[in-house]
């Protein structure tokens, strides 16, 4: 076994003196459960006596690292516990689900990714890491960097979508955001790309349910996310729960050692999901606990993230009887250790709580959550230009919905250190915008759906709002439409409470849920103008309103400061200019639905693959559109021909044909026509995010080469550059029509 990893002598010294109970105990990872008050009924009896546990197991020094824990005051006090437990001092690395903000919330990661903007991701994670070393945490369960093409996935809500090169584009930004320039930076964390890999493509959309992904789809789709964060210096990995192809990803040596060790190059330390180490046993895979762990070890995990009784801890034994190689042991806790002493913790463990109180109040952080809320936010349909609204002509406005009041579905998922007090719903940024010249009314219109089956989240205490028991559905419908009525402009907030998507969360259907289709069809029957803006993280069945409703806002759960961003996007102080991050299917029956798929036989009937109605998108990969136009002259290629290891340049002229200062999303397609596979009819390749003046051209220009063209083959089952023609469409979604082509070889 060859050790890569980095030798300091601190380090050194330590692995010398450690007994191998402290070692073991270093790659041990613990949730530290601090329940809210109220919560307990339907608590697993196990996470009730969790605290209890861990700090036992800190008084003996065999615990490497907690996560769950955000109270400065409790990091410092856990932090005295292990380092006073442990002969050697070493201290404890604290992680923690760091999504899309701690205290400030951003919007969820699938909206940032609609931004296609790369600074408005890092900046964004940049504010959550300094809040989060702010208050101990040292590393965050981030990015998410899982490919989803099927929205039935919960998780699809972490994530950037369906595209590998704008997903890489995000991962790297995340990574960034949260490590600073280098592992160490001051005020920022460890980034945590999960999971490895392949867990977005589970079969039916079903969260934990096994995947089956050909070598192609695994090379060329899922695994580039995670090269661009390792390229981008993310310092742990955290291994999937799935069995991938037979095989679960934390008990698979080949994807956790020769693809990503060797073939990805990563150096850093991975960590399981929660107790996927000891659901190898689970998975009928590992004949028990003891086994589960050394075939996790073996594998390549270094830690394991446990919730009670892990695995790990039967590590010590297998070491004393050989299956376990104790060099294979040394290089995973040199692995952690060298994370601790990069972060600077054996020189300062603990956090300064008032500057903590400090950082987390911090008002710029505030504005740089509505910033990224601004510029995710989606505009699907603008029939007649209802957008923006105009408001000094409003005499009244009509705010309906269950989610425009919703403080804590504004925050979306994935969420635990928020402040409802200080969270803008869209309700609340409508009247202060409008505050003097127009009347608000707001109704809710029906009650807030409820799940099937609860959400894990629920014997947190974490859940959206409820109605009360003698809510009248009847009663409440009717005061809706008589507003819209009565109104000069009627905004419908629709969507899915944030308790409806996220980890086990998955759904069958994409309708939206409860009675609000009822309710959106009773406000249009008034014949007031309708906006409806939807609060989501996947897409949903809106093929009714697409038709019938000309103003559609898609503004996803945009965090802390939401309602202020969607007040400013709906009057136009600013304009929305945000992408899909994926395909919008028509109906569920479509899904899994992406742009990348290969011409296939033919290719003249794609639209009509289905014979009961169209087989194409309601909105395509990359749609958006803003409160201008633009037009796309000709694309010009700066040679015809180039070589196997050619560069050409695409460029093209983009005009602003509006009023009004715009910013397009420039997108390129590529096209190979033959070669040693089949490939994509629309793959994008490159894309530019531009600011362009009213009535200004601006010329963009991409560079494509090897690295945009080369692919990996089943036919080779290698990576392959190949001698062909290309086509390039440039535009501002995957349907784009300006065209040209060029020749390798």
Known sequence: MTDTTERTALVDDLLARMTTKQKVGQLIQYFYFSLPEGAGEGIDPFISRQPQAVETALAEGSVGSLLFVTDPAETNRLQKLAIEGNEHGIPLLFGFDVIHGLRTIFPVPIALAASWDADTIERAQTVAAREARAVGIHWAFAPMVDIARDPRWGRIIEGAGEDPLLGSVVAGAQVRGFQGEELGASEHIVAGPKHFAGYGAALGGRDYDEVDLSDQEFWNTYLPPFKAAIDAGAGNIMSAYMDLNGVPASGNHWLLTEVLRDALGFEGFVVTDANAAKDLETHHFAADAADAAVRALNAGVDMEMGIFQPAFANLIEAIDDGRVDTARVDEAVRRILVVKEKLGLFEQPYVDEADARRV???????????????????????????????????????????????????????????????????????????????????????????????????????????????????????????????????????????????????????????????LLEAVVATGTRVVLVLMNGRPLDIRWAAENVPGILDVWY???????????????????????????????????????????????????????????????????????????????????????DGTVTVSVDVANTGDRDGVEVVQLYLHQRFGTSSRPLRQLAAFERVEIAAGQTETVAFRIGPDERRYWSAATRDWVLDATVFDVWVGGDANAQAHAEFTVG
């Open 558 to 644: 945009p965090g802390t400061r939401g309602g202020s961003a969607v007040a400013s996007l709906l009057f136009g102080d600013t304009a929305p200019a945000g992408k899909l991050p994926f395909t919008w299917p028509r109906t569920v029956g479509q899904v899994p639905i992406h742009h990348a798929i290969t011409r296939s036989h033919a290719p003249q009937n794609q639209d009509k693959r289905y014979w009961n109605e169209e087989s194409t998108p309601l909105f395509p990969f990359g749609h958006g559109l803003g409160y201008t136009s633009f037009e796309y002259a000709e694309v010009r290629v700066d040679a015809e021909r180039v070589g196997l």
């Open 360 to 518: 987390l109040a911090d008002p710029a952080h505030r504005d740089e959550a509505q910033r990224a809320a601004e510029r995710s936010a989606v505009l699907l349909r603008n029939e007649g230009g209802i957008l923006p609204l105009d408001p000094d002509s409003l005499g009244s406005v009509a705010v309906i919905g269950p989610l425009a009041t919703s403080q804590r579905d504004t925050l979306g998922p994935w969420v635990f250190d928020f402040d409802l007090g200080e969270t803008v719903t869209i309700a609340e940024g409508i009247a202060t915008r409008l505050a003097g010249k127009a009347s608000v009314v707001v109704e809710q219109g029906v009650a807030e759906p409820k799940r099937t089956f609860p959400s894990m989240f629920e014997q947190f205490g974490d859940t959206s709002p409820s109605a009360p028991a003698d809510f009248d559905a009847d009663a409440a419908l009717d005061r809706a439409v008589r507003a819209a009525t009565d109104a000069d402009v009627a905004i419908v907030v629709l969507g899915e409470q944030q308790d409806m998507i996220g980890e086990n969360a998955s759904r069958s259907d994409l309708s939206l849920p409860g009675d609000q289709q009822r």
